[in-house]
């Protein structure tokens, strides 16, 4: 019984991308694509990119206070992430002008920036164009039902109409699926990213108030 529902369902999926035509195929590999950027996004953000900021400061700070600044810098050094990267540069810079200091955790923050946010914006435009080729698909399919409609039968009419665009509304139905899911996705991933980046606008100042704070106390 259970086999017989799941052929069923496969049945009615694939009928209802069949009905739609061209632009259904077209719509689904769009949405693969999209959901792909978004798994590779996913899995670099979550678990290669991002670090608890607050905690990995504090240790920092420990080590920073103790006045261990190659520990620090093993402790960054331990870590593929994004704010770690970053806040290394600053610390191999320990000692020297402020301004020098800032200008190594500028220029890594310029390189590490971008691949935090590549390719999100290819999220956005995925979007877009699946419910551009789902309205696409929508006129289409009305212009091939009312040229069916002009030669039919009288009575078969309504009838042909009727079936003709609810094939052609299958495609909007899809476009806007993929639209909607890869949206959100863009929505979480873009909350990740700016996440990441903002941790390491807090962190890179709180580094240099430190490494600031242990030089005055040097001195």
Request: one cysteine or more; a neutral charge; glycine letters at 6%.
């Amino acid at each position: 019984m259970e086999g017989t529902t799941v052929t069923t369902s496969i049945n009615s999926v694939a009928a209802f991308i069949q009905s739609g035509g061209v632009f259904m195929w077209v719509i689904l590999i769009i949405w693969a694509v999209g959901i792909a950027i978004s798994l590779e996004r996913f899995m670099k953000l979550s678990f290669k990119m991002d670090v608890d900021g607050a905690s990995f400061m504090n240790e920092l700070q420990r080590y920073i206070l103790s006045n261990d600044i190659q520990g620090a810098i093993r402790v960054c050094s331990g870590s593929i992430a994004a704010l770690p990267k970053v806040l290394k540069s600053g610390l191999k810079r320990s000692g020297q002008p402020s301004q020098q200091i800032q200008n190594a955790i500028d220029a890594t923050a310029l390189e590490v920036i971008p691949k935090v946010e590549l390719r999100l914006n290819y999220l956005q435009l995925i979007a877009n164009i699946s419910t551009l080729f789902g309205l696409l698909g929508t006129i289409q399919g009305l212009i091939q039902s009312f040229s069916a409609v002009a030669a039919a039968d009288p009575a078969q009419k309504a009838e042909l109409l009727a079936t003709g665009i609810s094939k052609a509304m299958n495609t909007t139905f899809l476009g806007l699926l993929a639209a909607i899911s890869i949206m959100m996705l863009h929505t979480f991933l873009s909350a990740k990213s700016e996440k990441i980046v903002n941790e390491i606008d807090e962190f890179s100042v709180k580094l240099m108030d430190l490494l600031g704070t242990k030089s005055t106390s040097n001195d």
